[in-house]
């Protein structure tokens, strides 16, 4: 069934899926995936939207599956991700920063008078 959905239309379904195991049954579906440009696990996303989606979707998954083994393995899969993708995450991180120093930073004016003064 899974083979039929990869090879379909329905392949953009895999996106919300963390990690597929690597196993010798779904190598198919994987290869098939991987055709379509959806990475799944530690490979490489093509670029900064990519990783931050899945980062998306295995830290909901993390934060709120009930199963505490399956955070566990979420856990693993996020630090396997990130390690492998190591400068896309590591420019994320630099632009967030200089976007919210833009947002925080006030520039006062002399000009400026604070409402109620």
Known sequence: MLEWLADGNLAECFRDI???PFTKDLQR???SLKAKGLQLDGASPADEAQLESRI???SELMTNHENKNVRKVVVSHLSELIHANRD???KM???EESSSMNFLTV???S???PAGM
């Open 107 to 109: 520039v006062h004016d």
């Open 93 to 95: 991180v630099a632009n």
């Open 18 to 20: 963390p990690f597929l």
């Open 29 to 31: 579906v994987r290869s």
């Open 88 to 90: 896309i995450f590591q």
């Open 56 to 58: 998306k979707v295995l």
């Open 111 to 113: 000009s400026f008078v």
